[in-house]
């Protein structure tokens, strides 16, 4: 079998394949190592890499012995925010260049006790912070469909990695929009799910930082939802446990009669670059076509006041777990400006305010709660823009509205990260200059599985990953 052809089996055929021995962990790091060394030099999505000849002979280990879990043998290259023991873990920070953790995040714990075998780290912006992954450790990761572009972030190595076929799976993160911008961005899934479905290491603050969570990508909605299997389950060790629901059963019920809003652009509050909402609409048209109901939804909360929530709790957060970073001179010269405005924002607070804040946020819960009374999932898209150029830091303004600040831009996904929805960023194709956009798939806090079977369906009548970008083109026509 020619390792091109390896690259294109989804998650669970290679897994499928490798169980039944009628592919060998080997022949598949072999094929992984050959499309790093041939895609990975022009996308920058794969960091810290690990010897090829060690990584074949830990494959090579592998090819005769029982399966440990569903990963068995697949290789991952893990978030460059998620702690990984023996490889360089350095939040792409040079205060952490030369970081080697001693032991794993629960993450990628569980991902390497399921059989995967972590080949590297995915590219991240430092901190995390930023919807697109630059970093002065490791550079700019560049979008596989225009090399010259963006791939977003923080999970924009992750993204990357999938779009060009070195990676099958990756995990993710996402406060803001991190699992969905660079899904969005690279032509593949991501998903950010019902918070606490996926818990944190109990590290830090663990009641009050309830917004961000990890999960999965992927280039199909099965591979979505089996690595999701893997990474949920309670840790014990921090509060708020969630219950890990069968997302693979209901995955092919179809979306027939299921009722979809359209929220577009939040009744004009989320300003958009020409054709993302047409791109979102031409989306919308293909689940009707499917049997879904789609309708309008006006805005059914005020748009300034969830980013206010939201925008006030981060700060508070970062301002929490990074002060050091601003107060001690050494290490405020080596960090991002855009973290160093993080931490002065949540140090100038007061209580009154993240008091406000909360309650705002608890609001909106009630009516999203009250929303979904009424519909099985809301829509709206993936980012309010196509991806923008690789050497910008961040988009100034949109459709001739300046942005305020560095994460303005990708507003329109604070209404699901604010209370923890699950939410499905799908892929819409491409627009006119050959870019991909994306589109969020929204559905009630819990129902993970819903939302999933959405995508399912999506995915069986349009399989937009499956286009591949021309870096990849290039390399498997050698």
């Known amino acids: 079998m020619k390792w091109a052809d390896v690259l294109e089996f989804s998650a669970t055929e290679l897994s499928a394949l490798i169980h039944a021995r009628k592919l060998a962990p080997s022949e598949v790091m072999a094929a992984h190592l050959a499309q790093v060394a041939a895609v990975n030099p022009a996308a920058n999505a794969i960091v810290s890499a690990r010897d090829p000849d060690a990584l074949m002979a830990e494959a090579r280990r592998l090819d005769d012995a029982e399966p440990k879990g569903w990963l068995h043998g697949i290789p991952l290259a893990v978030k460059d925010l998620v702690a990984t023991a023996g490889l360089r873990t350095t939040w792409g920070s040079p205060l952490y260049a030369g970081h080697v953790p001693a032991q794993d995040d629960i993450l990628a714990a569980r991902m390497r006790a399921a059989g995967a075998v972590f080949t590297g780290k995915t590219n991240v912006p430092e901190w995390g912070q930023g919807s697109h992954s630059f970093n002065p450790v490791f550079g700019v990761t560049r979008n596989p469909y225009d090399l010259s572009r963006s791939a977003g972030g923080s999970s924009g190595g992750a993204a990357a990695a999938l779009a060009t076929r070195m990676l099958w799976v990756a995990d993710g993160s996402d406060m803001m929009g991190s699992l969905r911008n660079p899904a969005g961005f690279c032509n593949v899934y991501g998903f950010r799910p019902t918070w606490g479905l996926v818990p944190a290491d109990a590290e830090g603050d663990t009641h009050l930082a309830t917004l961000a969570t990890e999960g999965p990508m992927a280039r199909t909605v099965e591979d979505v939802a089996r690595l999701l299997q893997v990474q949920a389950g309670e840790n014990p060790e921090v509060p708020f446990p969630r219950a890990v629901p069968d997302l693979l059963s209901g995955l092919e019920a179809g979306v027939k009669g299921k009722r979809i809003g359209w929220l577009a652009d939040w009744g004009g509050a989320y300003p958009m670059e020409p054709g993302i909402l047409e791109a979102c609409e031409g989306g919308l048209k293909v689940l009707e076509s499917l049997g879904a109901v789609v309708e309008p939804l006006p805005p059914p909360f005020p748009a300034e006041r969830l980013w206010w929530s939201w925008a006030t709790l981060r700060a508070m957060l970062n301002a929490g777990a990074k002060r050091a970073f601003a107060e001690d001179p050494a290490k405020r010269e080596k960090t991002k400006p855009e973290t160093i405005w993080e931490i002065e924002q949540g140090l100038g607070l007061t209580a009154q305010a993240v008091h406000e804040a909360s309650l705002i946020r608890s609001r909106w819960y009630k009516h999203a709660a009250r929303m979904f009374d009424r519909f099985d999932a809301v829509v709206l898209p993936t980012a309010q823009v196509w991806p923008f150029p690789a050497d910008w830091r961040w988009p100034q303004e949109i459709a001739g ?45 819990g129902d993970d599985a819903g939302v999933l079977a959405i995508g399912q369906a999506w995915h069986r009548a349009t399989a937009w990953p499956q286009k591949r970008p021309p870096l990849v083109e290039a390399a498997v026509s050698r």
């Open 401 to 445: 509205r300046q942005m305020d600040t560095y994460h303005r831009w990708m507003e329109v996904v604070v209404p699901a990260s604010l209370i923890g929805l699950p939410a499905l960023s799908v892929p819409l194709g491409f627009g006119p200059q050959g870019l991909p956009s994306g589109m969020q798939i929204i559905g009630r806090s």
